[in-house]
């Protein structure tokens, strides 16, 4: 894992000391003994609902349209009268399409832009700003925010899962602030888990081959109590390295291992109970030559308490834990040293739902997190001050408002104060009207913000220098302000007959304080700097989204995407940026797929993905680079000789020995490979 900006790599470090005396190598011991005693206890325990060949068959367009999603108003809905730009990813597309990770599963969404950097990062967002330090997209899993402080953005790496466990990828491209708070700018993820009662039984996979080089994983779910269900898993993976641009390996190779739980209740029609708990560690090789490590875990509690049809309140308490470390290559100023950063989080979220007559569902809540932030420096980067305490108040009210039985008004804010900007206020209105039971179209405005992050305010990159030279290369900005976003959208949704779903959405989006590198004084013997972050970029963007599903035949569906993404940013008028306002965008103008799921004879599917995604602009200081538009092919082939046992094999990166979707031009940026894995899975 790394976090790079004008030459400064933030990276991670070990957790639990008791995972690191027992290292994630010997989880493939423990998944074996959990195996042997699981089929033991077998005829004690057998699933409520045994699998089914039936599986193999593809969603219907109806199935499809009926699916409740929840982010876009915290409350269920059907996908056909979600009024947002929301794409789902469902159990069935990452199973049929042979996602070995989330990131893997998130491109399936056709509204993100997912570019791997190598072997262990990606750059992940929607409508734009795919950075480094990608800022503007919020990540939850069930419920979980995983997003760091240290820079707003996402560790993809340590963020796993048993991915036949997930339920489903709910994916919203624009501002969720109202709801869902600062950093759901350009858009929110909610990864969302199964129920247990959903995963009874046990679950094996295992498999070899290029990249991941082995992984296997194993899954046991049984009652506790009636009505209490419970299931524990554990997996480990083996990833091989990447190629730098002239073929040769990267030396990037990484090992992760994860475990968890999860434990549900429902003991009568009102209250529903749920905790979980994961805990993993990595390890993963840096090109410089370093090896990084990161190790974690989280605790996560839910109630749910129905108080009648149209009215439900929720309480949620989780407690998350992160340690990383990765090294930090000598420079010209400084040795090589490690940066480390140990963070824990509490948080606290309370939500009311309910109506009020017979035109008017309100939402409201409130919210509390805590995080407690310690870095240990590296010689050339470092946080002042190294430990930080932050609090976070927030609350949101939403009211949707009937105006006709098939045009609603929704209007809502959400309050949050924040400890470098105090209050911040992102409110929302959208109109919504059903003009058929199976057409809509929806408008939106909003504002949203990113707040300051401890690399906007709190970084330095000394140089070790005496005076009057500088004595850092990069600060963070003392007085550094929130991003803030107005964005305007327009959608259509549609289901055009029994074969046909399709969905469009169009905005434009005004960025003001945008974070910019500004110069130091110029002269002997500065030079320009330090660099100091400052909030003098501003801009636009502007674009539309295409999805569509077509159900050619009962046995074969097809799945098309199409991107437009217009970026204008720059110094606001007066202002300067070192960068010349390239150093936060990174984004292609275009990218479409094309998605094939045939349910061939003798219980066999045969899936292929190909994508196209455009010329990427990025930069290394103020020059800019490109990354060559490119074409990609992934397939999978899969064959289940009897019920609950699956044969498949999966291709990606077809088209190429390898090719680069991240990074500036030169000879250390690294290219992804072409990959084939060969997979088992058993459930009974």
Known sequence: MSLKYAGAVVARRPMLALW?????????????????????????????????????K???????MDIEVTTVTRSPEKLLDAASAIQVVTNEDIHRFGASSIPEALRLADNLNVAQANAHDWNISARGFNTDLANKLLVMIDGRTVYTPLFSGVFWDAQDYLLEDIDRIEVISGPGGTLWGANAVNGVINILTKSAKDTQGLYWEGGVGTQPEDFTAVRYGGKLAPDVYFRVYGKYTDWSHEDLTNGSAANDAWKQGQGGFRIDADPGVDNKYTLSGDLYGATEHDTTGGLGKSSGGNLLGRWTHTISEDSDTSLQAYYDQTYLSSPKPATAFAPAGNITDHLDTYDLDF????????????????????????????PTVTFLPLHEDQNLYSGFVQDEFKLRDNLFFTLGTKLEHNDFTGWEVEPSARLQWNFTPKQMVWAAVSRAVRTPSRIDHDLEEPTGLPAPFPASILNGGANFESETEIAYELGYRAQLGPKLVTSLSFYYNEYNHVRSTTPGPAGFPSFGFPLVFNNNLEGETHGFEFAANYQMLDWWGLHAGYDLLKENLGAAPGEVDFSNGLNETADPEQQWSLRSSMNLPQNTTFDTALRWVDTLHNNNGPTPGTVPSYFELDARLGWRPVAGLEFSIVGQNLLHNHHPEYGFPGPTREEITRSVIAKVTWQF
């Open 58 to 64: 593809n969603l219907s367009i109806e199935e499809l």
């Open 20 to 56: 690191e005396r027992t290292r994630c190598l010997r989880l493939p011991v423990v998944i074996c003994l959990a195996l042997g005693w699981v089929a033991q206890s077998r005829a004690q325990t057998q699933p409520d609902t045994p699998p089914s060949v039936n599986s193999l």
């Open 351 to 378: 939500q009311h739902r309910f109506s009020l007559g017979e035109r008017n569902k309100i939402t409201w809540g409130l919210g509390y997190r805590f995080t407690d932030d310690t870095v240990g420096p590296a």
